[in-house]
């Protein structure tokens, strides 16, 4: 009989111990779900940076910025074009200013923002500026050497320009610290036309690498590198077959036309659409 009672005992003991470990393990689980969701709720939210409700584009430059070759329907050259792209893309407001005269080189791209009063007045409130310089100072090379001209000529020529190149961006960022100068380099026809130049080709890659280490000394100043736009594989059977260049102006065999202008803009928009955080955020 003590037996009997003591097995018994025993039993409701291991019951009593089982049931409490039972309860122990759900409550216990229980509280750990109840803990993961809290954290899960309490998941701090990702900061939105405001985008601005308008931005200005100041455009300094040659005849490439003025748009000259361009179409008459669109006009206005890449300039038009990137303030359309920007505009499209970005549901913003966009506005240019374009600072383009024809024919000018560095030298007086730099008079004109010393004595432009318009100028000083938007450049400051630029959010992107693009610069289009370099062109008519190999034009002007060429004008003095001629024939004679040769990859040695373009090469000192380049050393020249790289200090005026410094001395222009110094100059526009003296007037703003903060928006990105996108610098186009010069392209290259001039090997099509100027086959009697020996290593013109590589005179130019040189001259746009130059201008790219020129721009790589300034803080937010991105090099658009144009050089070999108009020269896609097999150009030159159609130069051959029709005598000019598809993408340039027929009446200079120089500027774009309207594709080329299409094709610059390309170009820029790359640039500018992936460096957003200079120009677009407050």
């Known amino acids: 009989m003590k037996k009997k009672t003591i097995w018994i005992i025993v039993l409701i003991v291991l019951v009593i111990a089982a049931s409490g470990g039972t309860y122990y393990f759900v409550n216990h689980n229980h509280s750990q779900v109840i803990e ?112 004679d001209l040769t990859a040695g000529n373009i090469a000192d020529e380049q050393v020249q320009f790289d200090k005026r190149l410094t001395k222009l961006l110094t100059d526009l960022r003296n007037y703003n610290e903060t928006a990105p100068i996108y610098l186009i380099g010069i392209y290259n026809p001039f090997s099509i036309y100027l086959n009697n130049v020996k290593n013109a080709k590589t005179a130019f890659i040189n001259w746009n690498k130059g201008s790219a280490k020129v721009a790589g000394t300034f803080n937010k100043v991105y090099f658009v590198d144009i050089n070999n736009l108009y020269q896609p594989k097999g150009i030159m059977k159609k130069i051959k077959k029709t005598g000019s260049n598809p993408y340039l102006y027929t009446k200079d065999h120089f500027h774009p036309n309207g594709v080329g202008y299409d094709m610059m803009t390309d170009k820029v928009f790359e640039k500018v659409n992936g460096t957003t955080k200079e120009w677009l955020y407050k």
């Open 36 to 147: 993961t969701k809290t954290v899960k709720q309490t998941k701090p939210k990702k900061k939105v940076i405001p985008k601005k409700k308008n931005i200005s584009i100041v455009a300094v430059g040659d005849s490439l910025t003025q748009g000259v070759g361009d179409s008459k329907d669109v006009g206005g050259g890449y300039v038009t074009r990137l303030t359309k792209k920007v505009q499209a893309k970005y549901k913003v407001k966009t506005q240019s200013h374009n600072y383009g005269v024809s024919g000018d080189t560095s030298q007086q791209i730099m008079a004109r923002i010393k004595s432009d009063n318009k100028m000083h007045q938007d450049l400051p409130k630029a959010d992107i500026i693009t610069v289009t310089v370099g062109g008519n100072d190999f034009m002007h090379l060429l004008q003095r050497k001629g024939l």
